[in-house]
């Protein structure tokens, strides 16, 4: 059987070369994956910036720790405090007997201390953190940042990893499928000759293993290659912080991409080859034409499975939770079960969608025999609607759900203002600085004219169910009669102006919001405070977030202003008197425009470095698929020669069959992403927040012209020499 399978190998070299491209390329892409994966959770130290000369930082408490229920036990859990506490006089004076302090301006968070790091520590004791070498690094404004962004990185490379390697399975199946297909009469050959199925299934399962074996070893040295300029792009695309770079020898990334890939040929191999193993002799020997015997029962019990999975799934999480709908983990994962599931019924689906189309009104016998050829060749127009059925599908899906998710959010926050300026810094609620003078005794800014109200960045804890402590981000308001004139908040229950330093206004997604109940919360400091709801906020796109008087954010710095000018005022004048803040001055719209676009680049570009890795594979499946198609056909296309066919006919009909096809493909997939679609407007409008669907139309019909130009060119190059 080895033999056979070489031999086999060595004779239909040129039909498995669409498989080993696959697998070479999704191991190359995966590899490159997985480095960059590696250098993001391992991330080299960086030596500290802030206090570099200070061989000891001390850094005041700035994680909340609590104590939750654990099964029969108890454990603690902690949470990042949204103002970390400084470093208290008492302390540094104290520190200053060890030897100097330096500090950071009027900033407290952290000091910088020459001493020797015993006696530090034994004096802080539980009064602080104590950092020295590389960890002194924690103290510099920047952590916060990097890690966020290597959140993204790591977000972006696992969502790219993860659908390469479903495409890859996706198309490696489909090619091997199709090979299965063309070669019946062979397999039936064998069978005669007294080969048993199992022979059959093994002979297939070996070419995969070859394939696998040295098309995952290429892929690695694709990745190795690729990874370098996946890193510079990140970093140009601002996805990744410029420090960012690749770990010096790691050899984790390559074993498992190298496994991933044989994996992945012998999956997208293994139901090719109990297909194979299933054809009789006679049946081959008698084979027609016409496609028949399409479905066989298991793959139609898989197909309306996944497909029945994937629709219960969407209305279950429409029904349980729908704001995770609306959270990108969601929306990349879940239309893969549905897109699978049409994708493994599309032999079944090819003929009636075909018949749909009205070819036989196109001029001449061309179009009737384009449809009727597409609709009884259902595996080869199958074979080439699939990868433009997940093309399509992940293009409408990935980018409709984010621009939906994104439009919402946008007009959600129009929504809810009614200010005619906003004032954005960091420095807005210093009072010794820029625009002292537009205070009053409080501190509380005053513009004549206008209606001024500032808000904070806070955050509360809320401890639910004993299980779990969960962080909300809030707003702190400084002039509560100031916000309910400038905001209109989406309230359900109560009133925003009944709010005061002992309550609270929440939203639906918490676990008590009624009004009126009092509900025990920790502050953005650590601090526990009990508060009494006043109003509760509709939950929409997770942006309505939980809102408490300034009274209750100590640390908190203003950092917003929404301003409203009267009537007769001058808004010119009321502009030029903001500008003394020090604040960045912006219309409603302009603000809007710039913290509210459509989609952030950096999302667009991870999107669209997913999708460019489906359209790659959907452009080596067809030109696979249709070469292979194609070169069977020879006897066919002269055929159609000797009744009077002109070449250019001939070609024609071919291309006009692969156009067919793809519009096939397009219109399953554009089914599938409407259906996805749908479910996320159906969740918005749950959530009380404001339903638009985002239709990506550019690139949809990007996608489905560059699937026209490849199958058109691939099927006209290969039936020019047969016809």
């Avoid at 009636?352 to 609709?375: F, T, Y």
């Avoid at 997770?542 to 009537?567: I, K, M, W």
């Amino acid at each position: 059987m080895a033999a056979l399978t070489l031999s086999s190998l060595r004779a239909r070299w040129a039909s498995l070369l669409g498989s080993f491209v696959a697998v070479a390329l999704g191991v190359a892409v995966m590899t490159a994956m997985g480095l960059g994966l590696t250098a993001s959770l391992d991330a080299p130290p960086r030596a500290p910036e802030r206090f570099a000369s200070s061989p000891v930082v001390v850094m005041g408490r700035d994680t909340l720790t609590v104590e939750v229920r654990r099964g029969p036990g108890t454990a603690q859990v902690s949470k990042k405090l949204a103002h970390p506490h400084p470093v208290d006089s008492e302390l540094i004076a104290e520190l200053r007997e060890l030897g100097q302090v330096r500090v950071d301006g009027d900033v407290r968070d952290a000091v910088g201390v020459d001493a020797p790091v015993a006696a530090v520590r034994e004096l802080v004791g539980d009064r602080g953190r104590v950092l020295t070498g590389d960890d002194r690094h924690q103290a510099d404004p920047s952590v916060a940042r990097d890690a966020e962004a290597l959140v993204g990185v790591n977000s972006l490379l696992g969502t790219a990893a993860g659908v390469t390697a479903f495409v890859s399975v996706f198309v490696t199946a489909s090619t091997f499928a199709f090979v299965v297909a063309l070669r019946r009469r062979e397999f039936g050959l064998l069978r005669m000759a007294g080969a048993t199925p199992g022979q059959v299934r093994r002979m297939v399962l070996g070419e995969a293993v070859a394939v696998g074996l040295v098309a995952s070893a290429v892929g690695c040295v694709w990745g190795s290659w690729a990874a370098p300029w996946l890193v510079r792009a990140l970093v140009d695309g601002g996805v990744a912080p410029p420090w960012f770079a690749l770990r010096g020898s790691v050899s984790r990334p390559y074993q498992v991409a190298y496994c991933a890939g044989l994996l992945v040929a012998v999956v997208g191999a293994w139901a090719a080859s109990r297909r194979a193993a299933r054809i009789g002799p006679v049946e081959a020997l008698r084979e027609a034409s016409v496609d028949t015997g399409l479905m066989p029962w298991s793959r139609r019990a898989v197909g309306f499975t996944l497909l029945a999975a994937g629709l219960g799934l969407l209305a279950w999480t429409l029904g349980t939770d729908p704001a995770a709908l609306l959270k990108r983990k969601t929306y990349v994962t879940q239309p893969m079960v549905l897109i699978t599931g049409v994708a493994a019924l599309a032999p079944i689906l090819v003929r009636p969608v075909v018949r749909l189309l009205r070819l036989d009104l196109l001029p001449g016998a061309g179009g009737l025999l384009i449809r009727e050829n597409a609709s009884t060749s259902v595996r080869r127009t199958a074979a080439v609607a699939a990868p433009v059925l997940v093309t399509v599908a992940l293009a409408g899906s990935l980018l409709g759900s984010a621009a939906t998710v994104t439009g919402a959010r946008a007009t959600e926050a129009r929504e809810q203002t009614r200010g005619d300026f906003v004032v954005t810094g960091e420095r807005l609620g210093d009072r010794s600085g820029e625009g002292a003078g537009l205070r009053d005794g409080s501190g509380v800014v005053r513009v004549a004219g206008a209606t001024v109200s500032a808000t904070a960045s806070t955050a509360v804890f809320v401890l639910e169910e004993g299980t779990a402590l969960i962080r909300s981000d809030a707003r702190a308001v400084s002039d509560v009669a100031a916000f309910a004139s400038v905001a209109r908040l989406p309230v359900v229950a109560g009133d925003v102006r009944d709010l005061d330093d002992r309550s609270i206004v929440v939203n639906e997604e918490w676990e008590r919001h009624e009004v009126g109940s009092w509900v025990g919360v920790r502050l953005g400091d650590g601090r526990p405070a009990r508060l009494r709801i006043v109003a509760v906020l509709a939950q929409g796109t997770g942006d309505n977030g939980a809102y408490v008087t300034s009274a209750n954010a100590p640390g908190a710095t203003v950092d917003r202003l929404d301003v409203r000018v009267a009537r007769a005022a001058d808004r010119a004048a009321v502009a030029a008197a903001l500008r003394s803040t020090g604040g960045t001055v912006r219309t409603t719209s302009a603000w809007l425009a710039a913290t509210h676009p459509r989609t952030g680049p950096q999302t667009r570009l991870g999107l669209l470095v997913v999708l460019g890795i489906a359209l790659v594979y959907t452009g080596i499946s067809l030109a696979g698929t249709l070469l292979m198609a194609t070169s069977a056909r020879g006897a066919e296309l002269r055929s159609l020669r000797l009744t009077g066919a002109t070449h250019g006919q001939v070609l024609r009909v071919v291309a006009g069959e692969t156009v067919v096809g793809v519009g096939v493909g397009a219109l399953l997939g554009g089914t599938v992403a409407a259906v996805n679609l749908a479910g996320l407007a159906a969740a918005l409008g749950r959530l009380s927040a404001p339903v638009g669907v985002g239709v990506p139309w550019g690139v949809v019909a990007g996608c489905v012209g560059v699937c026209l130009v490849i199958g058109v060119g691939v099927s006209g190059v290969g039936a020019w020499g047969r016809g």
